[in-house]
């Protein structure tokens, strides 16, 4: 296979007695867009959290540029390059949004590089530096998305793991976060995309993993499964909207 | 009127041990979302630590600070490894709270082991020095404390404004589970604003054991004036811990000058409830901190 930056190998994840992901496998291509796709509760957060360290799996491995994951703290792992944007953003409201980003590059690497960090956050999202010095909260749900995934730029990634980045955004703002999110995969940085808004998520990507109670279902280009009938049916809906 | 002005200034360096016990108190609730109860028995241990050294060794109250307030950090970041990380961890914010409880009895009884039940104050030789003007005597060591509380309060303030592990801590009290996802050691962090919290402990011990005569029962009561202090000035805001406590002061003062020494606890607890029911986000804090369900 090409260069994998990230493989997931037939990883196990329960809650208690309740079992979230059977032997989940995954590969994310250095450089690509990958995105996971599937309907609520499918586990896809619970992937996005066991990768990140937050979650313990009960069994599988976690290979990033071949070394394994699975005992490093998230601390350690997001030193290494892989850092989640989660579900609902979690920005510090009452914090400005400078200090928000200051805190995406808390860790020693990412802080040698902070000035050119904050620059590239400012080009991408120009907004936010007019916005610098007020609270956080008080940005629109757009804008907080995009401090969101600036926050997590900070922090120098090789992998961005962004989770519903669209979630109770309009179709426009969503439109503008997608190509945000291509234009910094154009600047080298991988991204795993967790969607709910199928349609978009599978135009953007190389290749795509759907996913159902926890297993792993289809996989393929997004192409394929945007061309694919039961992924049409399932997910993507008549006119391609959202689920 | 120059006696309510003399009140007044006697409430203010009365509340400024509040203050600081407050200021400890919010830091503490920040990261580990526990009244810590256990603030007002270290305020007294500390208290007893500035006594003896006074006693045995003849150091001066105040130069004491420069020992006790660096020992009681690393008796903060001891106290929370050995008994709190793992309960902090937990969802139940019932087991910290016992634990607390827990460590404010065995303190209480291990310094009435150690110093028995006899009340201690130090004779300082300066403990008579006043200040007079137009009629108000104010007392050089009370005013000092006043200085303890507003330096501990800036000092607070700076940490949490304008340092790296600073801005961590007001993003933990926010959002634990959001700086762990950055990378951000958030045990670490909780560590180190609860270790500040019991420094402050240690300064107001320090000012404690240059005005006050205590013994080993005074925690609790003192805690308590901590708890009321914090929920006059609100959460999440220094300068309105410490204003609350200030506030406390007053109140009780007055409360002692017009109504009798007999009701000030009675008008302070009567004063907290109220704002509690009306304004439960308190007079400083911020607005919208305590939501509504």
Redesign the interface.
């Known amino acids: 296979m090409a260069n994998q930056l990230l493989e997931v190998k037939e990883l196990s994840v329960a809650y208690g007695d309740v079992r979230a992901l059977w032997d989940v496998s995954l590969e994310v291509e250095e450089g690509s867009i990958v995105a996971l796709v599937g309907a609520n509760g499918a586990g896809k957060t619970t992937l996005l959290k066991t990768i990140s360290g937050l979650l313990h799996p009960i069994h599988g491995h976690i290979l990033f540029e071949g070394e394994d994951l699975v005992q490093l703290n998230t601390k350690h792992r997001v030193a290494k390059g892989i850092v989640m944007v989660p579900e609902g953003r979690r920005l510090f409201q009452a914090l400005t949004v400078l200090e928000n980003l200051r805190l995406g590059a808390y860790l020693p690497k990412a802080r040698a590089d902070y000035d050119d960090s904050l620059e590239r956050v400012f080009t991408l999202f120009p907004v936010l530096k007019d916005r610098m010095n007020g609270k956080a909260g008080l940005m629109s749900g757009g804008e907080q998305q995009m401090l969101a995934i600036g926050r997590a730029v900070m922090a120098r990634p090789r992998l961005v793991m962004i989770d519903e980045a669209s979630l109770g955004l309009s179709p426009i703002l969503t439109r503008t976060i997608f190509e945000l999110i291509v234009a910094l995969n154009v600047q080298g940085t991988t991204v795993l995309l967790v969607e709910q808004n199928i349609h978009m998520a599978l135009k953007i990507c190389s290749k795509a993993y759907v996913m159902k109670t926890g297993h792993i279902v289809l996989s393929g280009t997004g192409e394929e499964l945007l061309a694919d009938a039961d992924v049409r049916k399932a997910y993507v809906g008549e006119r391609g909207s959202r689920l | 009127m120059s006696s309510l002005v003399q009140i007044l200034i006697n409430g203010l360096l009365l509340g400024s041990m509040y203050g600081i016990a407050a200021i400890g108190l919010s830091l503490i609730f920040g990261t580990m979302r526990i009244i810590f109860i256990a603030q007002g028995t270290m305020i007294v241990f500390f208290a007893y630590l500035t006594y003896w050294s006074f006693v045995k060794a003849g150091i001066d109250p105040y130069l004491s600070l420069l020992t006790v307030v660096p020992f009681a950090f690393v008796v903060g970041l001891g106290l929370f490894y050995l008994l709190f990380r793992k309960a902090a961890a937990l969802e139940d914010r019932n087991v910290s709270l016992l634990l607390a409880v827990g460590l404010m009895y065995l303190v209480d009884n291990l310094i009435l082991r150690v110093w028995s039940a006899t009340p201690r104050g130090l004779d300082i030789s300066y403990s008579g020095a006043m200040i007079v003007a137009w009629g108000i005597r104010v007392s050089w060591l009370r005013l000092a404390l006043l200085g303890l509380a507003f330096g501990s309060a800036v000092v607070v303030f700076v940490f949490l404004k304008k340092t ?1 592990v600073g ?2 801590v ?2 933990a009290s ?2 634990m ?9 958030s045990v670490w962090v909780c560590a180190i604003s609860f270790a500040i919290g019991i420094a402050l402990a240690g300064v107001a011990g320090v000012g404690m054991a240059t005005v006050y005569s205590f013994d080993y029962q005074f925690g609790f009561t003192f805690a308590i004036k901590a708890l009321v202090a914090l929920a006059l000035g609100g959460m ?1 805001n220094v300068f309105g811990a410490l204003a609350g406590g200030l506030l406390l002061g007053v109140i009780e003062n007055l409360a002692a000058y017009y109504i009798g020494i007999a009701w000030i606890e009675v008008a302070s607890y009567g004063i907290f409830m109220l704002v509690l029911i009306f304004l439960p986000q308190g007079l400083f804090g ?1 607005r919208g901190l305590v939501k509504k369900v």
């Open positions: 790296r801005t961590a007001r993003a926010e959002d589970e959001a700086t762990t996802i950055l990378g951000i050691n999440g911020r």
